[in-house]
């Protein structure tokens, strides 16, 4: 039984530095609805990680499928070692850039350096901006027009990278996409599932039902098929370490850190948007939820992603979706719950560490991991599709003008097509070229003849 908070105040747990550490049964209870859900989504959304493995490490799966224990370590290290109260997740939205810079590279050694570079770069710049506070100044920094622009980019490039998918599986894709499409962002289903209690559960679990409709569809089209084995697995941590530890493989080169960069840059400015969202879910529960203090603490949070990407590499090599603040669809999904009242969740820390410790088990389970193998290429499509789908809404919510609009898609073309360092070049020489409101020589001149003509 856990501790019991006291009305208005932070849920209990051990103070460590500005972090604040949380046993489960002691400072944390447990849930069985985030349980049951929580464990089967994350195993299956956590599985994508060994397909990237596989094609850009080019490592084999059985070796592959031990990361799913390494990023599991971190995913729960967010709410019980550092008191984040966001449920964790990867850097989605930059996903599809970074698939495409990885791609320029030869999967294998190469690959796993390029992934360290953009690693030790995206990890400083959290160390950065934790230590001197400027996160908040860096975004203003940031024109919104470029911010829109860097988020079309990863639209395009996550459905670039999927309708060349379509090329080995058809029927099934299409067929996928359009269920979640339907379960998320229909709007007659959105009406319908408010009256029908099966339709609003199938909306909640709109990634598990699309993993299972693949599962039906792919072999009926002979594009995918299943060898259930049973048993346990037994993670291979030695052979991944020695496959992609830049310990074992090399680190990276002058030039990879180089053409790292601006990927790194892009990365942050997508993170930044995630901890506005989080933030602004967490400080609206909060006017439901009076018997629960959360603190949000920015500077916390830039900590916490430094530890997490840096410990990722250092203990298991380069993670390539990156470990971001949240799990938009799960955070989202958990604080809706989490607003129903404390006899459904007693603290946001009770939800957000049931949903992903039950993983550990299933991905312990030979016929789990056995029936995932199949159905990597589809949990990465449904990711890529949803974060491509996602990053098209918001980049166009961005934008108002003809000229911002226009500028916003071409730029995010060049970055989908030429990649992060010129792109970003692109972006801002024709920001200065369009959108810069005031051109100084012009601007001054224009001043002194206003202020003239007012004499």
């Known amino acids: 039984m856990a501790i019991n908070r006291d009305p208005g105040q932070v849920q209990p747990g051990i103070k460590w530095w500005r972090f604040t550490a949380r046993i489960p049964g002691v400072h944390i209870g447990f849930s069985w609805p985030e349980i049951i859900q929580g464990g089967l989504l994350t195993t299956a959304t956590a599985g994508v990680v060994a397909g990237l493995c596989m094609k850009y490490f080019n490592v084999p799966f059985e070796v592959a499928w031990s990361v799913m224990f390494v990023q599991l370590l971190w995913l729960v290290a967010q709410p019980l070692l550092f008191g984040e109260p966001y449920a964790p997740g990867w850097i989605t939205p930059a996903l599809p850039l970074v698939m495409g810079f990885l791609a320029q590279f030869t999967a294998g050694p190469a690959a796993v350096q390029a992934m360290t570079a953009v690693t030790i770069w995206v990890s400083a710049i959290f160390l950065f901006f934790a230590v001197t506070g400027l996160g908040s100044r860096f975004f203003k920094w940031v024109p919104v027009e470029l911010r829109a622009a860097i988020i079309f980019g990863g639209a395009i490039s996550a459905f670039n990278t999927e309708f060349a998918r379509l090329e080995k599986m058809p029927y099934t894709l299409p067929i996928v996409w359009g269920v979640v499409f339907l379960l998320m962002f229909s709007v007659w289903f959105s009406k319908a599932k408010d009256k029908i209690r099966l339709f609003k559960l199938m909306a909640s679990m709109a990634m598990l039902v699309g993993f299972l409709t693949a599962a039906v569809v792919g072999p009926l ?12 697995y037994l993670p291979e941590f030695g052979a991944y370490f020695s496959a992609v530890s830049p310990f074992c493989v090399g680190w ?11 990927l790194a ?22 006017e439901v939820r009076k018997d629960e203090k959360i603190e949000i603490d920015n500077t916390r949070t830039h900590f916490t992603l430094f530890f997490k990407n840096i410990g990722h590499l250092l203990l298991a ?46 991905a312990l389970l030979v016929p789990v991991v056995t029936f995932m193998k ?50 970003l070049g692109i972006g801002i020489g024709l920001y200065l070229l369009l959108l810069l409101k005031e051109f100084p020589p012009f601007g001054a001149k224009q001043a002194e003849v206003q202020g003239n003509s007012e004499a």
């Not at 990276?252 to 790292?260: E, N, Q, T, V, W």
Request: proline letters at 7%; aromatic letters at 18%; glycine letters at 10%.
């Open 265 to 286: 840059i892009m990365v942050y400015i997508f993170v930044f948007g995630d901890i506005v969202l989080a933030n602004t879910l967490i400080e609206q529960a909060g």
């Open 221 to 232: 089209f002979g594009e995918l098929s299943f060898d259930i084995k049973m048993g346990f």
């Open 317 to 362: 090599g380069p993670f390539i979706p990156l470990h971001g603040p949240m799990w938009t669809g799960v955070h989202v999904f958990l604080v809706e719950r989490y607003k129903s009242g404390r006899k459904n969740m007693d603290s946001i820390f009770t939800g957000i560490f049931n949903w992903y410790w039950p993983a550990f088990l299933l």
């Open 252 to 262: 990276p080169s002058l030039d990879m850190y180089i053409k790292a960069f601006p």
């Open 374 to 423: 199949p159905l990597l290429p589809v949990a990465l499509s449904i990711t890529l599709i949803l974060t491509g789908f996602a990053c098209a809404y918001v980049a166009i919510s961005l934008v108002k003008t003809p000229a911002s609009q226009g500028y916003a898609f071409f730029v995010g073309m060049a970055i989908a097509k030429f990649g992060p360092a010129w792109g």
